[in-house]
């Protein structure tokens, strides 16, 4: 089993989510997160001050499958998140170890 953590843009949430969907994977986590890369954030004005926000809202999507899928599935979610520009995002592949259905006892792949 792999985790899968990709971090992207939120206005392309939607599509990974529907990408993804339509592979059959149905099962994740989305969290809102905050930061910075090399977007390295943006500058704004308020009442005259100039203020940099290098924290960026971003979104961190988490996905454990079984090694045969997560090729494919990582594929989906960078082929979907993809605009072109600085800060579209990054995706990381971890190994799981177990996982335990809570409801039912269940382990490893039968988990998930």
């Given at each position: ?29 989305v969290s809102q997160v905050m930061g910075c890369g090399l977007q390295r ?27 045969q899928e997560v090729s494919k599935v990582a594929d989906i979610i960078a ?34």
């Open positions: 089993m792999k985790k899968i953590e990709a971090i992207i843009r939120p206005e392309r949430l939607e599509a990974v989510k529907e990408a993804l969907g339509k592979f059959g994977v149905h099962g994740m986590t954030g943006r500058t704004e004005v308020y009442r005259g001050h100039e203020y940099s926000i290098n924290l960026l809202p971003k979104v961190k999507i988490e996905i454990v499958l079984s090694d082929q979907t998140a993809r605009t072109g520009q600085v800060g579209d995002g990054k995706i990381f592949v971890y190994p799981a170890d177990n996982a335990i259905r809570v409801r039912t006892g269940e382990t490893n792949g039968a988990a998930i």
